[in-house]
């Protein structure tokens, strides 16, 4: 006997899912019940096939059409699918479940099964187990169809199911681990650190990552904001706040010229800061840029310039240190971005600071205080904003990453040298 050919049997399927698109599903069968004469084992044959014995109410055959699918291609999740709900027409939850973890198994990230794994949990009462298909269910389900009218209800369900078990596991794990009663053995900060990871557990926060747009370095933790206190170098550098805010004030009454922090090239894109390319509302005025003194600058802030020499700044001949005063004009937002590279922090020394004005790196908000330093990591992402009617300035320079070694400095210094002279001085390498 001649075996049908791959062609043959690739158009009879083509014929039969056209006609299943248009509605015509007893000819749709006719045609699967050749492909099925033709090869016996061809898994969405039978699928197709069980699936219309299934709404004929023929459970005995339609379990036959769907065990032999399985059989042929174990990895097809629909016969799988199909099989549950067999199943749940049964009222057999526990083989309903069975039959939905194999369409899982076989395709791990199809939002369609995590549904309905979830519907049977929360019809059986296990409404933890249910939350976590909900949630698995929101992760894979496309956006298109996540907003459409039809998923809408279902879409709604999984989100307040798992909003309710993220409170409940809170309070759960809270009572638990008590972290009230060690109170008087731990330190705030191991109390808060572990108070963020229970957020984060339980949905309240997101995990913030960095993510360092051209020198990522790696095995150094996604810290948002540096605890001042931490570096014995802070106080030093603290220490000079009048002295810079009465040099800044120098600067400001003679008028003298900042220009735009944002300066795209003519021809290249403006990238992160559109809105503010070229304009005066974040204004810089430099005493350091890419590695040289701004001598005009500098000779006018020679306070400022002794204090800073007191930190770690970070060094690379033609690229660092970097060091200005950052002006923001009123009702201006510096927009969500990344920076170039986590071998170092970013430091700001508050110096005029009016209120509606605040920092954001990760989840984490932070408003400025005159004269007390802020670190962070800036290739977290970050904004800024001045909501008020007055301008707010700030001390801007970097300081290596504290966890670095000597060489690890000196490899990273040499590493970004590398990197402008394969690429050229012009190159755009961010600010690295």
């Known amino acids: 006997m001649n075996q049908p050919s791959p062609d043959a049997i690739a158009g009879l399927v083509a014929q039969a899912d056209e006609l299943s698109r248009r509605g015509q599903h007893e000819a749709a069968a006719s045609i699967w019940q050749r492909v099925l004469d033709m090869r016996p084992d061809h898994a969405p044959a039978l699928n197709h096939l069980g699936t219309q014995a299934m709404n004929r109410g023929e459970l005995q055959l339609a379990q036959d059409h769907f065990a032999r699918a399985i059989a042929s291609d174990p990895k097809f999740a629909m016969p799988h699918a199909n099989l549950s709900r067999l199943h749940s027409l049964r009222g057999d939850r526990a083989a309903a479940l069975k039959a939905i973890d194999g369409a899982i198994a076989a395709e791990p990230t199809a939002w369609g099964p995590h549904f309905e794994k979830a519907r049977l949990l929360e019809d059986a009462g296990r409404r933890q187990q249910a939350a976590m298909s909900w949630s698995k269910m929101l992760s894979y389900i496309p956006e298109p169809v996540a907003n459409s009218p039809q998923a809408q209800p279902w879409v709604n369900q999984a989100r307040e199911a798992v909003k309710a078990n993220q409170s409940e596991l809170h309070a759960f794990l809270s009572q638990r681990v008590d972290l009230a009663s060690r109170a008087g053995t731990a330190t705030r900060r191991e109390l808060e650190r572990f108070e963020h990871c229970l957020d984060i557990v339980t949905g309240r926060r997101p995990f913030v990552t960095a993510r360092p747009l051209m020198l990522p370095f790696p095995r150094l933790p996604a810290i948002p904001f540096f605890e001042r206190e931490d570096y014995p170098w802070v106080k030093d550098v603290e220490a000079a706040f009048p002295a810079m805010l009465e040099e800044l004030q120098?600067?400001?009454?003679?008028?003298?010229?900042?220009?735009?922090?944002?300066?795209?090239?003519?021809?290249?894109?403006?990238?992160?800061?559109?809105?503010?390319?070229?304009?005066?509302?974040?204004?810089?005025?430099?005493?350091?840029?890419?590695?040289?003194?701004?001598?005009?600058?500098?000779?006018?802030?020679?306070?400022?310039?002794?204090?800073?020499?007191?930190?770690?700044?970070?060094?690379?001949?033609?690229?660092a240190p970097v060091a200005f005063f950052s002006a923001l004009k009123p009702g201006t937002h510096i927009p969500p971005h990344n920076g170039a590279t986590n071998t170092r922090l970013t430091v700001h020394m508050p110096l005029v600071i009016p209120p509606d004005c605040a920092l954001r790196v990760g989840d984490e908000t932070r408003t400025w205080e005159p004269g007390k330093l802020l670190m962070f990591d800036d290739t977290i992402r970050h904004e800024a904003w001045n909501y008020s009617d007055r301008l707010r300035v700030v001390l801007i320079f970097d300081v290596w990453h504290p966890m670095l070694t000597e060489l690890e400095r000196e490899l990273v210094s040499q590493t970004v040298q590398g990197m402008l002279a394969y690429y050229g001085d012009d190159a755009d390498l961010g600010e690295l």
Request: glycine share 8%; aromatic share 10%.
């Open 250 to 319: 120098g600067v400001l009454a003679s008028q003298q010229a900042f220009e735009p922090y944002v300066k795209t090239a003519e021809g290249e894109p403006p990238a992160q800061f559109a809105a503010l390319d070229h304009n005066l509302d974040w204004g810089a005025y430099f005493l350091w840029k890419d590695g040289q003194r701004i001598d005009a600058h500098a000779d006018l802030c020679p306070r400022t310039e002794a204090a800073l020499a007191l930190a770690p700044q970070n060094t690379v001949p033609g690229r």
